[in-house]
């Protein structure tokens, strides 16, 4: 209840001041006198976010981020997160980033958490891909996608109606904003998968202009399994979509730390 109050006079503050105000105050106050701080384990920032220790002094909870993503793939942490509790991140096996080509989630940072001067997907490097689950993948023995794994997504976006959640089908009407329609688009297109050999992961990576830059699939035993690519940033759509759970993203790692040895699926 405190926090919660806290947290509403910091809201109302923001809206009272200007966000250069915000800014000076938060690198002034917080890069240079706040204590080290340290979060309990390592989170899955949004876009942009400057390094750990910086992001934990600057980010204020005012979740202006989250309020702005057109895919509602920000949340703020629980009581579980220790010192960066209500602070930003993404848990991509709930939703991942679609890297919006402005990046509107850091253009609202109010204190530079999210580096302004970071607005280009030429700049974004959130964390890494990997395979966690190899074995899983149904790809491997050319299995389709069942039919569970697409209707999963529907159930947790969250702009659809009650009908659309049930009936697993989306249309794009005038009425719709452009969150809707984004969130609608991202279901038709996975719909393609729909009954198909699983490469999910790979044809629904946002990575532009050219997603097999930064992940593919590759023959292995006769099937195929995915292999993550220098170009990956560590989005996580491929970790909310994949329907058995085979990737997942080590924030702030980088392709030469996690791959240095070769990829992982070979
Ligand atoms: S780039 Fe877009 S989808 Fe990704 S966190 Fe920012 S606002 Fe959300
Ligand atoms: S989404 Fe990719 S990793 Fe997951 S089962 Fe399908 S092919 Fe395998
Ligand atoms: S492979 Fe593509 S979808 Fe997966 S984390 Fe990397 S950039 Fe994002």
Redesign the pocket.
């Known amino acids: 209840m405190e926090d919660k109050m806290k947290d509403k006079k910091r809201r109302n503050f923001i809206k009272g001041v200007g966000g250069f105000s915000i800014v000076a105050l938060a690198t002034g106050a917080g890069l240079y006198f706040a204590p080290k701080l340290k979060s309990d384990k390592p989170l899955l920032r949004p876009p942009g976010a400057v390094d750990e220790e910086d992001f934990l002094k600057l980010c204020i909870k005012c979740g202006q981020c989250l309020q702005v993503c057109p895919y509602d793939s920000i949340v703020l942490e629980d009581v579980n997160g220790g010192a960066s509790l209500g602070m930003a991140y993404i848990n991509?096996l709930d939703r991942?980033?679609y890297?919006c080509s402005a990046f509107p989630c850091i253009l609202a940072c109010p204190t530079g958490a999210l580096d302004h001067e970071k607005d280009e997907l030429k700049y974004i490097h959130?964390?890494?891909?990997v395979i966690v689950n190899e074995s899983a993948c149904l790809a491997l023995e050319n299995k389709k996608v069942p039919d569970s794994a697409i209707d999963r997504i529907y159930e947790h976006t969250k702009v659809l109606s009650p009908i659309e959640k049930r009936n697993h089908k989306v249309e794009i009407s005038s009425s719709d904003n452009e969150k809707q329609e984004l969130q609608k688009k991202l279901l038709q297109k996975l719909e393609n998968n729909r009954g198909k050999s699983c490469t999910i992961?790979?044809d629904?990576?946002?990575?532009t202009p050219d997603?097999s830059a930064?992940?593919g699939m590759i023959s292995k035993n006769g099937g195929l399994i995915?292999e993550?690519?220098e170009?990956?940033?560590?989005?996580?759509?491929?970790?909310e979509l994949c329907p058995t759970q085979v990737?997942n993203?080590v924030p702030r790692a980088s392709y030469e730390e996690i791959y240095k040895g070769g990829n992982h699926a070979s």
Request: aromatic share 4%.
């Open positions: 991509p991942g980033c890297l959130m964390g890494m891909a992961c790979a629904m990576c946002p990575y997603p930064a992940i995915p993550i690519r170009a990956c940033i560590g989005c996580g759509a491929c970790v990737l993203i």
